[in-house]
């Protein structure tokens, strides 16, 4: 009979480990027997829990992005209300997530192999956990832009406002000498969203501005 605690408590020691190794590493560098020595486990551990080393590694790459934060975007995402309001709620989420991970340099690491050497973990991932919330974000910024979601100044737009939010962890190094007053607090960390939601916000209400002022110019009967 299977102990569950004990199984549970080597899987999590073997996937706290592998994040060490292959942020460190990478994939392809990363093996099997450092990872089960770190993590103090028989070297057939992985297998036993995960089936191979290709699977901890998706696994790990699942824990990164952060399955229970992810459910609080969801959560925000899935409010009633203005999609100018809802947006703003997103992006606090966000922020929060990232900017309140104590993994997240892990995770920018992890990025860093995986665009050097790609490996079919990472598009899993992205179908699974990162692909549902950006559709739903693009619908969002549709609604607020009076666009299509796939339209290409909407994508746009979902992407400069997700960059605002991916700057804070993946260029922490940098700032921190640049700002080293700085200090990522929860109260600072919500100061940042709703900077970033005001900026972002002040842009999507002029591009639509913008938008239809060009419409109405090229055709004056609208007007009437």
Not at 6 to 27: C, I, M, P, S
Not at 58 to 65: H, Y
Request: proline content about 5%; glycine content about 4%; overall charge positive.
């Amino acid at each position: 009979m299977i102990d569950s605690a004990a199984y549970d408590a080597t899987r999590n020691k073997l996937l706290e480990a592998a994040g060490q190794v292959f942020a460190e590493h990478g994939y392809h560098s990363a093996t099997v027997r450092e990872i089960c020595m770190r993590a103090g486990a028989n070297v057939a551990a992985v297998n036993y829990h995960f089936g191979d080393k290709l699977e901890l590694y998706t696994e790990v790459l699942r824990r990164s992005v952060g399955a229970a934060q992810n459910e609080a975007i969801r959560n925000a995402l899935d409010q009633v209300g203005p999609p100018e309001e809802i947006l703003r709620q997103v992006i606090k989420a966000m922020v929060r997530k990232i900017g309140g991970d104590p993994h997240s340099d892990r995770w920018f690491r992890l990025i860093v192999h995986e665009l050097a050497q790609p490996t079919p973990a990472m598009s899993r991932v992205i179908d699974e956990a990162i692909r549902p919330i950006y559709n739903r974000l693009r619908h969002i910024i549709g609604a607020i832009l009076n666009l299509p979601r796939d339209h290409e100044k909407t994508r746009l737009c979902t992407h400069s406002i997700v960059g605002q939010i991916v700057h804070y962890p993946h260029a922490r190094r940098v700032i921190v000498r640049l700002w080293p007053e700085l200090k990522l607090t929860p109260e600072q960390l919500d100061r940042i969203a709703d900077h970033i939601a005001d900026f972002s916000l002040a842009y999507l209400a002029s591009a639509r501005t913008s938008r239809r002022q060009r419409t109405s110019t090229r055709h004056p009967s609208r007007r009437k």
